[in-house]
Structures are given as C-alpha cells and as structure tokens.
C-alpha cells in the first residue's frame, strides 16, 4: 500500500512537471528548428536575426493551423545569454507590433502599436547575466529569461499592398550588441536536417529522460519565477529543476507506459481544467486572462502552447471561435446562415487596430474557393444594411445579391474566428455583443 502511495505521488510530480515545463521545452525546440538555416528565409534565420512573411495565406497553405490573413510576421529567436540584442522598429503609420516573448511564453513588452509608439525606436533585450552599459538613445527590455521569441506582427491591406510591407521589413533590424557596436555582420548559421521538423511533434516525441534532462539543461539560463520555486522543490525529489539528473523510482517499463498515457490525456484534462478561463459572448468564445501574462497558471500556460503558442494579451488582440449556430447546432456548409452585427456594433477597436472574419474548415485550414476569399474584414468592401447593422452570408455558392458580403464556406464542417486587434475594453469586460450566426432557408 505504502508503495502504491509512493509510486502514484511519483507519476502525480511527473504529469505536474511535465506540464509545468513544456512551454520552455516547447520555446527551445521551436528555436532550434526555426534557426537551423545558413542565411534567412521566409520561415527561418540563424539566431538573432529577422526572417520574415513574404505572402498571406491561401487555402495552399499547410505551415501552422489557422493561419490569419490580416498580417504578415516578422521573428527573431534570440539568445541573451552571452550577448544583449538590438532591435530597430520603424515608424509604421499602419498596425505594427513587437511581441517581445520570455522562453516560459509569457509576454514581456508589446512594443508598436498599442504599445509604446508608432514612432521609430532602437530597443536593446538584455538577458539575466547582462552586465554591460546601454548605448544612449536605446529603450531597455529586461528579458528575465536567455532565450525567448520576438513575433511581428504587421497589417496587411492585400496583394497590392505587399510591396510596402516589404519596405517596412527592410526597416527592421536586430543585431547583438557586440556586433552593433562594431558595426559588424552578424554570423551566418548552419542547416542540419536532423533539426527539422515540426516543433509540438518533436516534443512529443521525446523519451522521459530527454525531456527532462533537456528541461534541467533549460533551467539554468532560464530561471523560472519566485512563486514557482515550492512547486520546484517538490520535482527536485525526482531529480527535475536546474543542472539536476532525473532520477524517478519508477520501472522503465511503468515510466513508459504512464508517460504515453499521460500525453494521450493531456488535452482533454487541460481543456476541461482551463474552461473557466474561457469567455463567452453569444456564439463566440475566446481565451481571456491572464493569457500570455500566466502567473502560476501552469495548465492554462500549457495548453496555450499546445493549441496557440505566441498568442497575445487580450488587451492586444482577441480569437473568438464560434462552431455552433445560435440553436446550438455545429456549423455545416450543408445549410446557409447570416452573421448578424448588430446596429452600430461592428467590433470597436482603438488606434490602427482592426477586425476580420475568417472561416475554415475542420482541418483548421483555409477553405479554397473561386473567388479566393477566406476572410471579411473591416478594410472589405461589404455593404451595411439601412439601419447599420451588418449580415454577412455564410454558404457555399455564391449569392445573387452582396456578393462583398459572401464569406464562403466549402462543402463540409466549418468553423469561424472573428479576429479583433486592438479590442476595446467594452469587448474584453463583456458589453459589446458578439455577432449572431443564423441559420436561414
């Protein structure tokens, strides 16, 4: 019996341990195969430097699930560890932003729009052994963690408007401080194809022992936060926590088989766990506080870096979700429907901030359709009805009137995420209504 005791509290530090560490894990491995290239790329650069989004998605397009067709992204992973990093942000009369990521997935600066300024500035990311003095005219970040993920974010008003995007990722500059200083070029970086992959797999796929030989390794230049330090104590019995070496009492074989079955249950718990997190208006639903900001909101934490690693604050931006019509059915392209925004009630966003509409379908991707149109927005030409309300049409074939108001559906299930960047506080405290999705004849 005593045994049994010691073995079930063994596997109950191990899943608490897991999903405590595996946004850092995850950040790590996402790092290191999105700077695993020699010079940058669309999708890769070597550490510490930019690469950025050439094209909005298309219904082509199978890189990451739900992809949004409002911005184009800019990123850096950087390593503060040996080094502090300069930044360079132009001026940008349009939606711009820096989202300035710690390895543990929360947000340590947005930095652009709805942040500080529009303006351009020169920030400089110092890591938690930075030491050096701060060249004059530089904003400082304090990064608490050496590694972390700076995720751009700029607005895109269609294929014509690419080329000043362009421009404006010209504009864009990181370097180390040393290389700044010296007016250098950063180095160029290596390809292994070992490297490759798709970062969740790849974490998924590692052995106990790996994964937390690998988060120990982690935890040494990325500390975690004062208030976390008695959950840690209690993992280090099992030899996790910073230069440590796992040491369960479990059998390989029992460690194994608890390990596959922990992960295979991992979502749904953290999803049934998570829901008072979850706010709902009408239809909709999003993930609201303190998303990106986590505390000791561990299982929240991980499953954000499961279904939606790098979200924003909600103060910056919001996801609402609806799968459901207002008769509680799930939306099927079988039937047609209206989404209904209220007289006066289109999404109230503040300074540059925008909103979209964009359907997929149940393989979270883009749904192809002739007129190559995943999504409405408030930069779309739809038409607004007499009284100011707003009724987009949601089916498959094209209707005979606003046809600016048709967001097609394709043919099978689908799904909508009503986008809002820059939400006014009247969408996040629950005053403003969400649209309603009916079904019509």
């Not at 250098?184 to 490759?196: A, F, L, Q, R």
């Not at 970062?199 to 937390?212: C, G, N, R, V, W």
């Not at 909709?284 to 954000?304: A, D, Q, T």
Request: aromatic share 12%; hydrophobic share 35%.
């Amino acid at each position: 019996m005593r045994e049994k005791m010691k073995m079930d509290r063994e596997k109950s530090l191990i899943e608490q341990a897991f999903i405590f560490s595996f946004p850092l894990v995850l950040m790590d491995i996402t790092k290191e195969v999105s700077t695993n290239a020699t010079e940058p790329t669309k999708s890769k650069a070597h550490v510490n430097q930019f690469f950025h989004a050439k094209t909005l998605a298309t219904s082509e397009f199978r890189q990451v699930v739900t992809p949004n067709v409002d911005t184009l992204y800019s990123q850096v992973f950087f390593d503060l560890k040996d080094d502090a990093l300069v930044i360079r942000k132009p001026y940008a009369d349009r939606y711009l932003t820096f989202q300035i990521m710690d390895a543990w997935s929360n947000t340590v600066a947005i930095l652009g729009t709805g942040g500080d300024t529009d303006e351009e500035k020169t920030y400089i990311l110092t890591g938690p052994s930075f030491r050096g003095d701060i060249p004059n005219g530089m904003d400082r970040i304090e990064v608490p963690t050496s590694i972390g993920w700076l995720i751009g974010r700029t607005i895109c008003y269609g294929t014509e408007d690419i080329p000043n995007i362009y421009k404006l990722q010209n504009d864009m500059d990181a370097k180390t401080l040393s290389v700044f200083l010296s007016n250098g070029e950063m180095s160029k970086g290596s390809d292994d194809e070992n490297k490759d992959g798709v970062p969740i797999a790849l974490a998924m796929k590692l052995s106990p022992t790996e994964y937390f030989e690998r988060f120990n390794k982690l935890l040494i230049d990325n500390p975690s936060y004062p208030e976390d330090n008695e959950l840690l104590m209690e993992f280090a019995d099992l030899g996790i926590g910073a230069g440590l070496c796992f040491s369960p009492s479990l059998s390989s074989e029992d460690l194994e088989s608890f390990w596959c079955e922990m992960k295979k249950l991992l979502i749904p718990k953290l999803t049934k766990e998570t829901l008072g997190f979850m706010v709902k208006n009408g239809n909709f639903k999003f993930y609201g506080h303190p998303i990106s900001h986590f505390g000791k909101e561990y299982g929240y934490r991980c499953l954000i870096a499961i279904a939606g690693f790098g979200a924003n604050p909600v103060e910056t931006a919001v996801y609402l979700k609806a799968e459901d019509d207002d008769s509680g059915e799930k939306l099927s392209a079988k039937n047609k429907y209206l989404l209904h925004f209220m007289p006066n009630s289109l999404p109230p966003v503040g300074e540059h901030g925008f909103w979209s509409v964009t359907a997929y379908g149940d393989d979270n991707f883009l749904i192809s359709n002739p007129l190559n149109r995943y999504a409405i927005s408030n930069r779309s030409n739809f038409k607004l009805n007499e009284d100011n309300s707003l009724d987009l049409i949601l089916q498959t074939e094209e209707p005979n009137d606003n046809k600016g108001n048709w967001l097609p559906v394709g043919n099978g299930g689908f799904h909508l995420f009503l986008r809002i960047y820059r939400p006014d506080n009247s969408v996040l405290n629950g005053i403003w209504e969400a649209p309603k999705i009916t079904k019509i004849d």
